[in-house]
């Protein structure tokens, strides 16, 4: 491919493109709910998506991420507010996005199944801060938007 020619957008990246509206439980205490919003587009060129989230809970940060294709198979480029920056292993089918994380300082996967045709992502983070054991960090929902 000469560099004046461009892929087909990756279309395997399309069950996430959209507005959603994300819940959850705050990890500290189950009782307090916290909600927010998501999107996901397109970068320049259809290979990237572009997420960008808000939360109306001060405990957590808002953000935007970079998803696509990258040297070892599916990446998220993480970036958040309060100067976070992270890469996580991704995959993505039209049932399951996951996400993982071994950096033995903080270790995170997110497990999410899609239901509902598609509308919903029912999904949990789990963290591992002992080095062999996954432990719940907190439940997050999506539901398409609109």
């Known amino acids: 491919m000469t560099p004046t020619q461009s892929k087909a957008a990756d279309a395997r ?13 705050h990890p500290a205490d189950a009782s307090i709910e916290v909600r927010g919003r998501t999107s996901f587009e397109w970068l ?7 997420q960008r989230w808000t939360v109306e809970h001060p405990d957590f ?5 970079i998803l696509g294709e990258g040297e070892t ?12 920056a992270r890469v996580y292993a991704m995959t ?8 993982s994380r071994d950096d033995p300082s903080f270790a995170q996967r997110f497990v999410g199944d899609f239901a509902d ?8 983070f789990e963290k591992r801060t002992d ?3 996954w432990e719940l960090d907190f439940h997050l929902t999506y ?3 609109g």
């Open 13 to 25: 990246l399309e069950p996430l493109l959209g507005e959603w509206e994300v819940h959850g439980a």
């Open 73 to 84: 198979g599916f990446a998220q480029h993480y970036f958040d507010s309060r100067g976070v």
């Open 44 to 50: 320049v060129g259809q290979q990237f998506l572009v």
């Open 117 to 124: 045709g598609g509308g919903t992502i029912n999904g949990r």
């Open 131 to 133: 080095g062999s054991t």
């Open 143 to 145: 539901t398409r938007a």
């Open 61 to 65: 940060p808002d953000g935007m991420a």
């Open 92 to 99: 993505l089918s039209s049932e399951v996005w996951t996400l």
